[in-house]
């Protein structure tokens, strides 16, 4: 029979195929025996904020306001300067407050007021960003440079838990009245800020969650972390959740995008 086997391959094609193994298993070994490359965090693959990519990202996008400058330098001196939303992340949040052409925001978790003042900076001078914070302290920071860049008047900063604002909101019959909403504050409240910021935002809006990695702890969460445990208990909700599309983004420390239908 002159009919080639099933199994059979010319023996060109097997010769280079079985090159072509040792060559993907030479690689592999070799993979091993390379140490992570210093860009990504080895186990999580997110990029440091020490890396050469994210200087790099920096570098190539950064369009930073020089008041903006000036409020990332004086928060880098706080001791608790780490909390503030990476400026590349900021940024972003800022180009989509424009792209949607918003006029009323929400932000929980201030801090010092950076967020705040990038996406004061792109309102209209109708515009809005009702700031929720209970430390006034860090706020205070912020406030003098909100006046220089000339949007102090866009900035309504609430001191009192942030439930407690947005049940106001509501009450007041400002539901599906916001464009976007920015979520940044105690993790253990992120189901609750999310399910009120639903009902406040329209329909075609979005709501940033920020943190959505955890510095890599969602991964696997231990019993007695309960930031990590919410933020994963709600990235699992936000997957199935009918009420949204999603993006979650490897910006920052992980920032998912849910856009209300």
Known sequence: DSKMPLLSVPKEVAVGTAMLGVAFATG?????????TPATHPETGMIGKSSPLRQYI???SLRE???????????ADHPWGRMMVSCEQAQLMANLVKLIKAKKVIEIGVFTGYNALNMALVLPDNGRVIACDINEDSAKIGKPLWKEAGVEHKIDLRIKPAIQTLDELL????AETFD????DADKESYNEYYEKCLRLIKKGGIIAIDNVFWNGKVLKPRKDDLAAQSIHRLNEKLHRDARINISMLPVGDGVTLAFKL
């Open 28 to 36: 592999m070994l070799a993979g091993k025996r390379r140490p992570p």
């Open 65 to 75: 306001h020089p008041i903006l400058k000036k409020l990332r330098l004086l928060t």
């Open 171 to 174: 009450a007041n019959g400002e």
């Open 58 to 60: 920096l570098d190539h």
């Open 180 to 183: 976007f909403a920015f979520i």
